[in-house]
Every structure is written in C-alpha cells, then in structure tokens.
C-alpha cells in the first residue's frame, strides 16, 4: 500500500508474491506512483517478521528507496485503538503506515559482510551445540537402561569429553564384559587404541560392574541406539569444530579481536559478541550497547510509588544480551578482577542472576573500550604477542590446516 503523508490512499492494499519479478513490479510500480504524485521525499516501511520480510527489505533497498522497519509492538500499538479486535492485513498495513510517520519506522545500518558472516556462524554453532546437547540427555539416558550406574562414575561434562567411558562402553557393553575383561583386559584395549588412562580409573569400573543393577530387557536394543546416536553426536563434533575455524577467520577481521588479550574471552565468545554486536561504530558509547542488549532492569513510577529495581527490561535484542551473559560468564570463571567482584556480591546477598547482569553491564563497557578504542587490555604481561599466542593455540587445538 503507498500512501501519502495524510493518509490519503495512492496505491490500494496488493498482494505481492516473493519471486523476482513480482518484487521488481511492485518497485517499479511505487517509483512510477511517486513520479506521478510529485512525492520527492518518501520512506518504505517493512514489519518485521523473522526473516520473511528481507526479500521486501532487498527489494526497496535494491531500487534506491529509504527503507526502514517497524517493529510488531510498534504496528499493534497503532492497530489495536484502530480496530479493535479486528486484526486483517488492511489493518496491518494501516498501523504499519500510522507507526512509520510517527517515527517508529526504524532505520538499520548497513552491516559489512564479515559481520553478516560472524553472525550467522555464531549462530549456526550455537543451534548445533544445543542438538548435540539434546543427544548427550538421550544417549546417557539409553546409556543407564543398558548398564545400569555406569554413567554416573563420571562428573557432569565428563562423560563424553576427556574420559575412557565411552570407548570402554562401545568395547565392553555390559556389566558382565567388563567383569570378564578385568582390569588387565580393558587396560590392554586401551593401549592398543592409543588411548590415555589411569589405572585407578579402571578399577572403578570393573568395581562397579561387581555391584551393578539387572539392565533392562531390552539391553541389546538400547545399546544398538545409544551406539547409532554416539555417530550422531561425533558427527556434530566434527561440525562445531569446522564452524569455530570458520569463527576465527572472520574475527580477525575485526577489532573485536583484541578482546583476546581479555583473560576468560575466547575465539567463541569474543566471535559471537562481534556477530550480534556488528561495528563498533554504530554505537555512541558503551550504554547504548547496553541498552539495545537491555543490560538494566525495568521501572515503574505512579505518583509517589517508583520501583526503579524491577525485572530486566523485556524488549531488547535477546542475541546480543545472550552473548554479553556468556562473556560475563566466562569473565566470572576465568577473570580474577570480576571473580573478586562476583565473590564479593555473593557475600553480600546478592542474587546470582543480577551479580551476572552486573558484570555484563561492566563487561560490555571494557568491551565498547578495547574495540572502540582499539587498544589491548592493559595489565601485566598483555601485548600482541598474547593474542598471537591464543591464536596460534587456538589452531592447534583445532587443527587448523596451515594453509
């Protein structure tokens, strides 16, 4: 629909189909409108709506237009004293048009490609690591109908990552195989697979296979799907893997890698703080990148009520702020400064989700430092040769090819 500033209807509400030529039309079709109405000054306002709204975005973008987004809140704030209770694609555009001259047709700043790239690489690591979670639960949950304890000799995080469970499992797949083998004969498949272990380790085993709880029925048939899904999961190993390179050779095109010189930041992190964050830039001090993460809690204020230390604000840009909580996170686990300050809060009472909201609000202000200013974190030991390093072990453990 094309409207002029008063509302005064140009172009009726059309439907358009997403192809390249109806797309083309539908621009031509509005320059021409525009053209012939003496409109010299004109926006183009797109709802958003997850994806399904860039091939438009594209489209007007591609023909020379100021294109900008409304929000969904924005157009149902309009919509709703409009029509009450009536909700059409008429009326969607209307509160569309309605939101775009009061403002709330927001431009969006073009983002350079490697940005584009970090993003969709962060995010597409991080809907794999979610699925191999989701295996882990399912294979550990088979794992127990099968042989009973075993997966609880281990600590959480342990089972899968830098034991001999699961080789000893897919080997010996019962209780009575590892009773059989002894520690003599695991410990013999262990060397000949070139596999480090402990021998006290071992013996915790075959203890356990002493004591250990009838399996289920069907232990044969859970074994072959907790094997089947293992493939799975070294299958996501091996993407997530591939997906982090990718990750490190975006970022070094960007300032955001001086965060590495940042105790407790790694390519991970510091990779997905730069996909959602985008250029520096486009930011005017650290508090705007708080305020778009929505790093601050909400208010109310009536008279003389005011809460001003309520929840975290609800509408922000989610991503960012879960980028910025995993970098307060690992600062918290790795960082001796915001380990003190954590320490600190947690004897004073404080809640753990808001001493994490705290060292985020600080976090994203070193960060908006560091990258703005272009500078390394100053403290002892810290040059460009750290970074060098980080990323050079980085690589290695990766196994990064040379080339």
């Not at 009520?305 to 609800?314: M, N, P, Q």
């Not at 790795?334 to 985020?360: E, F, M, N, T």
Request: hydrophobic share 40%; net charge positive; proline share 4%.
């Amino acid at each position: 629909m094309l409207c002029n500033f008063y509302g005064r209807v140009l172009i009726e509400p059309t439907t358009v189909e997403h192809t390249q030529g109806s797309l083309q039309a539908m621009t031509q079709r509005v320059a021409e409108a525009c053209k012939t109405q003496g409109l010299t000054d004109s926006i183009v306002a797109v709802e958003m709506t997850g994806i399904y709204h860039k091939p438009v975005q594209r489209a007007f973008r591609k023909a020379n237009f100021d294109t900008r987004i409304v929000h969904p809140f924005a157009s149902n704030h309009y919509r709703r004293p409009l029509h009450p209770d009536q909700k059409t694609d008429d009326n969607d555009l209307e509160a569309i048009f309605h939101a775009a001259i009061k403002g709330y047709g927001l431009a969006t700043l073009p983002v350079a490609e490697v940005y584009q790239s970090l993003q969709a690489s962060s995010r597409h690591r991080h809907n794999l690591v979610k699925q191999r979670s989701r295996l882990m639960v399912q294979i550990r949950r088979l794992l127990h109908q099968a042989m009973p304890g075993f997966a609880d000799l281990w600590e959480d995080g342990k089972l899968f990552h830098k034991s001999i469970a699961l080789p000893v499992a897919l080997q010996f797949s019962s209780a009575d195989a590892i009773g059989k083998a002894g520690t003599r004969g695991i410990a013999k498949y262990l060397q000949q697979t070139k596999i480090r272990f402990q021998m006290r380790t071992i013996e915790r085993i075959v203890a356990w296979s002493r004591t250990a709880a009838e399996p289920s029925e069907l232990a044969w048939m859970h074994t072959a799907q907790w094997r089947q899904l293992n493939q799975v999961r070294q299958l996501f190993d091996q993407q997530i893997v591939a997906v982090e390179r990718e990750m490190a050779g975006f970022l070094v095109k960007t300032p955001y890698l001086l965060l590495l010189s940042v105790t407790g930041i790694n390519i991970v992190s510091a990779a997905r703080l730069a996909g959602e964050a985008g250029p520096i830039e486009h930011y005017a001090s650290a508090a705007a990148i708080n305020g778009r993460a929505g790093l601050y809690p909400s208010r109310y204020q009536s008279d003389e009520v005011d809460h001003a230390d309520g929840t975290l604000v609800r509408q922000c840009n989610r991503k960012l702020r879960g980028a910025a909580m995993l970098v307060a996170e690992n600062l918290i686990k790795c960082h001796p400064y915001y380990r003190g300050l954590s320490a600190l809060w947690a004897q004073q009472k404080v809640d753990p989700r808001d001493r994490r909201c705290r060292i985020a609000n600080r976090a994203m202000r070193m960060v908006y430092q560091l990258v703005a200013g272009r500078q390394v974190w100053r403290g002892r030991g810290i040059d460009r040769e750290y970074l060098l390093s980080k990323l050079q072990e980085f690589h290695r453990v990766h196994k990064t090819p040379i080339e």
